[in-house]
C-alpha cells in the first residue's frame, strides 16, 4: 500500500506564513511520503529475498522511523493549522482538562511555548496518555526520537528551521506566536475525543 501526500493548499494565505514557507514546507513534507513509501518497498524486497541479517536491511529498518514520522507528523502539524486559525472553546473538554491539569488555558500556553523555543532542533507536541488521562508538553528532539509511548498527539508544532527560518529569521518565538493564531482548536479537540 502506498501513502499518498496529503493535499494542504487550504493553508495558503495563512497569516504569518508566506506562501513560499509553506509551499517548500509541503514539498519537503512530500519527501517524506516519498520517502517512506521508497523504503517500505526495499524492505518487503530484502525481507522476501531473506536478506534480513544485512547492514542494508538494518540501516533501512532504522531510517524508516525517521522518514515515516517525518510524514506523519508533518500530516499531524498541518493537520492541526486553518487559515485564520480556530477558537478554543472555553467550555470544551480540552479546555477544561488543560484548565485542570495547568491552572488556565494561558499558563498551558506559556508551557507550550517555552518548550517550543528550546535550544535545538524538533517538535514541540501536547500529549494525551489515556491510561493515565493526562496532557504533556514534551519535546521530541528528532522524528524518531523522544515520543511518549501509548500517548496521543493533540497539537504539533514543527521547530526545524524549514517551518520559519525563510518568514521570522532565528526569531523563532515570533513563529511560535503566528502558529498559535493558526491553530485549529477544533481539529485537537478531536484528536483528545478519539
Not at 39 to 64: G, I, N, V
Not at 90 to 118: C, I, P, R, Y
Not at 121 to 133: C, F, K, M, N, V
Request: aromatic share 12%; net charge negative; charged share 25%.
Amino acid at each position: 500500500m502506498e501513502y499518498t501526500p496529503q493535499n494542504y493548499d487550504r493553508l495558503l494565505g495563512t497569516p504569518g506564513f508566506s506562501d513560499l514557507l509553506l509551499k517548500n514546507h509541503f514539498t519537503l513534507y512530500q519527501g517524506y511520503v516519498k520517502n517512506t513509501n521508497k523504503l517500505s518497498d526495499l524492505l518487503a524486497t530484502l525481507a522476501e529475498e531473506d536478506q534480513m541479517a544485512t547492514p542494508e536491511y538494518a540501516e533501512m529498518k532504522r531510517r524508516f522511523g525517521w522518514e515515516f514520522n517525518g510524514m506523519r507528523l508533518h500530516e499531524l502539524y498541518f493537520g492541526n493549522m486553518a487559515n485564520g486559525g480556530a477558537a478554543l472553546e472555553d467550555s470544551s473538554a480540552l479546555a477544561k482538562q488543560l484548565t485542570a491539569q495547568f491552572g488556565s488555558v494561558a499558563a498551558w500556553e506559556k508551557d507550550f511555548k517555552a518548550s517550543g523555543t528550546l535550544r535545538g532542533i524538533g517538535w514541540t507536541i501536547l500529549y494525551h496518555d489515556p491510561a493515565g488521562d493526562k496532557l504533556f508538553n514534551t519535546w521530541v528532539t528528532e522524528h524518531d526520537m523522544g515520543h511518549l509511548a501509548g500517548c496521543t498527539p493533540l497539537l504539533v508544532l514543527d521547530v526545524f528551521e524549514h517551518a520559519y527560518i525563510s518568514d521570522y529569521g532565528l526569531k523563532r518565538a515570533d513563529y511560535i506566536e503566528a502558529f498559535m493564531k493558526a491553530v485549529d482548536w477544533k481539529t485537537v479537540g478531536e484528536r483528545l475525543r478519539k
